[in-house]
């Protein structure tokens, strides 16, 4: 590759760089969680997509990763279980919903699921993780 060439081509990632900058700052400044850049995801598609599970909705509702949902559910059940308060759960439940406008708003792509969708989506994560570190911290047997 010429020098010329070489030059060209990190003006162009430059460009590309800034653009996705640009693009990032437009989502406002709770924005937190981005896509990572279609030029950097070329260089190892596999790098950069989930193959086990996923968590929030930029992958949420692939069918090679719908086995861990279920796990997800039964982590679920667990934290029912150990919380063992339907108000507690209930109030966890209005407590994303009233929140949800600010919790998409930390994501760069605008999720297309419905409100239900999204607020069961966002409680089924954050409970699985809470469940997985307890469980982790406990010495209980994981599903991984």
């Known amino acids: 590759m010429g020098e010329n060439e070489h030059q060209s081509r990190e003006w162009s990632i430059d460009i590309d760089q800034q653009n996705n900058l640009e693009e990032g700052l437009q ?15 070329k260089i190892n598609e596999e790098a950069y997509t989930p193959c086990f599970i996923s968590i929030g909705p930029l992958h949420c509702g692939r ?4 086995g861990m949902q279920i796990q997800k559910k039964r982590y679920l059940l667990d934290f029912d279980e150990r919380v063992n308060n339907a108000q507690k759960l209930e109030e966890l439940k209005t407590y994303i919903k009233d929140k949800e406008e600010n919790i998409r708003g930390h994501y760069s792509v605008t999720s297309k699921l419905q409100s239900s969708e999204y ?3 966002i409680r089924l994560d954050a409970v699985f993780i809470i469940e997985l570190f307890m ?8 599903f991984c």
């Not at 981005?34 to 950097?40: A, I, N």
């Not at 069918?63 to 719908?66: F, P, V």
Request: proline fraction near 3%; aromatic fraction near 10%.
């Open 63 to 66: 069918k090679e990763l719908m």
């Open 135 to 142: 469980k982790k911290y406990r010495g209980q047997k994981t």
């Open 119 to 121: 607020i069961e989506m």
């Open 27 to 41: 989502h406002g400044s709770a924005c937190c969680i981005y896509k990572v850049p279609q030029y950097l995801r």
